[in-house]
């Protein structure tokens, strides 16, 4: 006899557009199994897997290529010059920058925030503000901090008991006329979506200059940062299904203009003499020493690939398959999940099992092929205001599929079976 169709699964099929079989496909290391199962890979809030395409790329780079940039006239150091700069100017497109002056390769978006906080810090004065969320990842909170040594105050824009940010209390800390606003424009522990364009004409009205941390939001929705209007972004390539070691910062291209070398030598001189140095144009003003040439060059082609999908296609497709999780987990008892409803968040579900700490349940699901990250996702102060030290977090990506999502909620239920917790 056959059974009847849950809401969840044809609400799926109904909606659900893209062909994941083929992609997954495009993937070698997900062919791999894990204990004997199939690998469910649910951790692409901290790092994506990477197509063939991408590989294929940075090989074809060290095989026939490889070479210093901007240091030769020889064919290889011209050819490797051309490829990495086009790399700039790929990932200029992608993001709705003017050109590649704009984009700066750094080693990830910690890097490029610390880059900021770098420079800009030196602008300020003692007693000036710099204001951020409690959403925030800690590369966009540390850095921050580090600067009360000089007598800057840092406010932190509080989050709803649902998880949201809370606009008012925003706005408050507003009217102390921060000279930096910089927050996430999605929470990596909790997928929370903020209000972007809201939030930067709000500072950019108060006068401060606005800084987005686009990790979590580049990789999985479009992003145009001219409609946006935020003066910089940093992101990394290895949560868009580009290789690691290779980050993004974005700025306007007269702000970055402004704003003093972070790191020096190598391509970023212009003239040297015994007692004095000028500074190459942009970009290369801020890639100091020998760049990461195979990084750039894998980044762009993950660009391709993803250009090729279509921005909105995986938002759709990673949206839905949320929605279809978040139906399973309901039907569990005994778990509680954080964070807003799905419409108001990207496709992350952050919860933990009654009885059960994270570690433990990570650690079952582990041995039945699905991998999730547990712990605090280097956001100790939501989960404090949270009243929780750590949570199992599950993330989506455009070669995931409601199968994954099946064996999310099996390896839940083994492992309230294994503890014996189950309602």
Not at 178 to 204: C, D, E, H
Not at 215 to 230: C, D, F, I, R, S
Not at 312 to 317: F, G
Request: proline fraction near 4%.
């Amino acid at each position: 006899m056959l059974r009847n169709k849950t809401k969840s699964e044809i609400s799926w099929k109904e909606k659900s557009s893209m062909n994941t079989e083929k992609i997954r496909k495009e993937f070698p290391i997900l062919r791999r199994k894990i204990n004997g199962r199939r690998l469910v890979y649910l951790d692409n809030t901290a790092t994506t897997q990477k197509p063939a395409s991408v590989i294929e790329a940075i090989t074809e780079y060290y095989e026939h290529h490889n070479a210093n940039v901007h240091r030769g006239i020889y064919t290889l150091s011209q050819e490797a010059s051309e490829k990495y700069e086009e790399a700039h100017e790929e990932t200029a497109r992608f993001i709705g920058a003017q050109n590649g002056e704009e984009i700066v390769f750094t080693r990830n978006a910690t890097e490029s925030l610390n880059l900021l906080a770098f420079t800009l810090g030196k602008e300020l004065k003692k007693g000036d503000h710099v204001l951020v969320t409690l959403l925030e990842h800690h590369s966009n909170l540390v850095p921050w901090q580090q600067l009360k040594e000089k007598g800057i105050h840092l406010d932190i824009a509080r989050v709803t008991p649902e998880g949201l940010l809370n606009e008012r209390d925003f706005e408050e800390k507003l009217s102390l006329k921060p000279k930096l606003v910089s927050f996430t424009a999605a929470s990596n522990a909790l997928g929370t979506r903020l209000p972007q364009k809201k939030m930067i004409k709000a500072a950019r009205d108060s006068g401060a200059t606005t800084i987005v941390d686009g990790a979590q939001a580049v990789p999985h929705e479009p992003v145009n940062v001219q409609k946006l209007g935020m003066d910089f972004m940093a992101f990394s390539g290895h949560k868009m299904l580009g290789p690691t070691g290779i980050g993004v910062l974005y700025g306007k291209k007269e702000r970055l203009e402004s704003l003093p070398p972070f790191l020096t030598g190598g391509d970023m001189i212009d003239t040297v003499t015994e007692e004095k140095s000028t500074w190459n144009a942009l970009p290369w003003k801020f890639e100091a020493g020998t760049p990461n040439v195979a990084g750039g060059i894998g980044l762009a082609a993950a660009i391709k690939y993803l250009n090729g999908v279509g921005m909105e296609a995986v938002a759709e497709h990673e949206q839905k398959l949320l929605q279809y999780a978040t139906n399973q987990l309901q039907e569990i008892p005994g778990i509680r999940r954080y964070g807003p409803s799905p419409e108001h968040k990207l496709g992350i579900i952050s919860f933990n099992v009654n009885g059960i700490h994270a570690h433990d349940v990570a650690s079952v699901l582990d041995q039945n092929g699905v991998q999730v990250r547990s712990g605090n996702h280097c956001a100790q102060p939501l989960l404090n205001a949270l009243g929780i030290k750590a949570s199992v977090r599950a993330s989506f990506y455009l070669y995931n599929d409601r199968p994954d999502v099946d064996a999310l909620v099996d390896g839940i239920r083994s492992a309230q079976k294994l503890f014996k917790v189950t309602p």
